[in-house]
């Protein structure tokens, strides 16, 4: 059985100061996880991502117990480095410590003999198998007990834990246990609701690594469960019920139960708590774009109008909180053609719409949302061919239904609006139909 190196470093495509971009999963896939496994041993990635960067007890458990450590410094990533010196307070040797040539670190990293490694102009590995056999020959050279933690280094007197006797298979088995969790909830997304009820009956919410709780509850979303959405957020630790992320989704999950107000209340608490950003921003202007959408159903005009400035207003504060991020941008302008008179600031803002989006095709793996943005986009401009190959693109992408059936749904209130106008938009009901199927 191999030994475990553990590996703190950012995730996805992070910026450096110098404005660069670098795609950190593939120097991850490409340089460091081969690396890890040149030099025998089983790489284990913090699950940053996942768990919205909270340091919970397994991550300690990782730090402390892992043989092995790599440790990428590129970007000064406040949690690398937090992990870092939980790992030199903890195990004189055995971390070795990386960063992508071109950047600037907070201290000099020469007298911790951290390894360069080379990114090109697309932000991916210059030279993957040169840099992967630095590593893996610091990690083979690591075997050789010698100290690389500053603090034993320089505190020659400092006591060195003895950690032998926590080396146990329950350390292993738990890690194999989240990742067979996590297949099971992959398996259990295509079984659908209860598939996912029966792994929860078999969690103990109260210690299971969270990010499994986090993939249980985004899977919850998947298959359109939003009561037990819900109700798992009352389960899991309290800690990780006030993640952001989690407090957003509880927001979108009690929307989606008509839960309006209890929806609100959520996502406006958490902006007077951390201010405006572009998720809960969009998030509660969906809350108001309902809301608007209830009311002039029902009949009520004089009440839909003040809920759809209201949600207009939302979506503006998230897309000028966050210009890279297209996705309250493109909800701003679609409910902009909503009024009798469409509102004369869509003109001035689809540009800026069409060039986030355009960045993120560009500059990242785009998501489903990056290619149903461009469906919007192309409608509003009546590009039929375009919509089309936009439609393509984004089935293509694997959504769940939940997505698809949202853009429909703004689909159908723009080809609604147009109709209002006597403008010929037929050809929106086939893509509404398309992404319905």
């Not at 117990?65 to 949690?79: E, G, Q, R, S, W």
């Not at 690591?142 to 505190?155: A, C, G, I, M």
């Not at 969270?210 to 899991?236: C, G, T």
């Not at 192309?378 to 919509?387: F, I, Q």
Request: proline share 5%; with cysteine.
């Amino acid at each position: 059985m191999k030994p475990l190196c553990f590996v703190l470093m950012p995730f996805g495509q992070k910026k450096d100061e110098n404005g660069r971009t670098i795609d950190f999963d593939e120097i991850y896939n490409k340089v460091i996880k081969p690396a890890v496994e040149d030099a025998e041993l089983e790489p284990i990635r913090a699950d940053e991502e996942t768990i919205g960067g909270i340091i919970h007890k397994p991550m300690f458990e990782r730090l402390m117990l892992c043989p092995y450590a790599v440790a990428d410094l590129t970007t000064a990533n406040p949690n690398v480095f937090y992990e870092l010196g939980v790992r030199h307070g903890i195990r004189p040797h055995s971390t070795v410590l990386i960063f992508g040539k071109g950047g600037r670190l907070p201290f000099d990293v020469a007298p911790l003999r951290a390894i360069p490694y080379g990114i090109n102009a697309a932000g991916a590995p210059e030279s993957p198998n040169e840099d992967r056999k630095a590593i893996a020959d610091r990690l083979i050279t690591s075997r050789e007990p010698s100290d690389d933690s500053p603090l034993f280094q320089l505190v020659t007197d400092w006591p060195k834990p003895d950690l032998a006797h926590l080396k146990t298979d329950t350390f292993r088995e738990s890690i194999d246990y989240s990742r067979k969790a996590k297949e099971r909830l992959a398996d259990a997304r295509e079984a659908g609701v209860d598939a996912l009820v029966e792994i929860e009956k078999e969690l103990n919410l109260k210690d299971v690594d969270p990010a499994i709780i986090v993939d249980l509850y985004l899977s919850y979303r998947a298959v359109e469960a939003w009561q037990k959405m819900v109700d798992l957020v009352q389960k899991m630790p309290r800690e990780l019920a006030r993640t952001v992320m989690i407090r957003e989704q509880l927001g979108f999950a009690l929307n989606r139960l008509k839960r309006r107000d209890e929806a609100e209340k959520t996502l406006k608490d958490l902006i007077d708590e951390f201010g405006a950003n572009s998720e809960t921003n969009g998030l509660l202007g969906r809350v108001y774009k309902d809301r608007w959408d209830d009311a002039r159903t029902a009949g009520r005009a004089v009440e839909a109008k003040g809920y759809l400035r209201k949600a207009i207003t939302a979506y503006l504060t998230g897309f000028e909180a966050d210009w890279r991020d297209a996705f309250p941008g493109i909800n701003a302008v679609t409910l902009m053609e909503m009024d009798e008179v469409v509102d004369p600031r869509q003109s001035e803002l689809l540009p800026l719409v069409r060039y986030a989006v355009k960045r993120r095709l560009t500059d990242k793996k785009p998501n489903y949302w990056d290619h149903a943005t461009l469906i919007e986009l192309r409608v509003l401009a009546s590009d039929v061919n375009g919509a089309e190959e936009a439609l393509s693109d984004a089935l293509a992408s694997n959504p769940e239904r939940w997505q698809r059936k949202a853009t429909a749904n703004n689909l159908r209130l723009i080809r609604e609006a147009r109709e209002k106008r006597q403008i010929d938009v037929s050809w929106i009901a086939d893509l509404e139909d398309e992404l319905n199927k």
